[in-house]
């Protein structure tokens, strides 16, 4: 049964900072052969990708947040975070950690591709 289980989150004042961590557990493949992501979804709104790492951890992200997240993996701990600093209010949301089969390049932001999601872990920025 694969596993994708979201820690971290929570709240914090405009201009903070909070991690977020995945751990993946019960995949298919290596994790290093997954591409992997975070999207998040705001009440009322749909579910937004946020920030993707393809499988030699190069790096995709959404235009509201770039230069403020950071996304990694390590692959040897099966792990993936999201660093997000200078929240702001409407980073607000449901995060969720989500993984595909995928290759060198697969960095994609748009749900579709992804077979695997976690739960998600809530984040919620003050103004």
């Known amino acids: 049964q694969v596993l994708l289980v979201e820690s971290g989150g929570g709240s914090v004042q405009a201009g903070g900072s909070l991690s977020l961590s995945c751990a993946a557990s019960?995949?298919?493949?290596?994790?290093?052969?997954?591409?992997m992501a975070w999207f998040r979804q705001a009440p009322g709104k749909e579910r937004e990708g946020v920030a993707a790492?393809?499988?030699?951890?190069?790096?995709n992200y959404a235009d509201s947040v770039k230069g403020r997240f950071t996304i990694s993996r390590n692959n040897a701990e099966n792990t993936l975070y999201l660093q997000m600093n200078n929240l702001k209010p409407e980073d607000t949301g449901m995060y969720y950690c989500?993984?595909?089969?995928?290759?060198?390049?697969?960095?994609?932001?748009?749900?579709?591709?992804?077979?695997?999601w976690g739960q998600g872990a809530q984040v919620a920025v003050s103004s």
């Open positions: 989500a993984a595909y089969p995928g290759r060198r390049g697969d960095w994609s932001l748009s749900e579709q591709y992804y077979i695997h």
């Open positions: 019960g995949l298919t493949y290596s994790t290093y052969r997954y591409a």
């Open positions: 790492a393809d499988t030699d951890g190069r790096t």
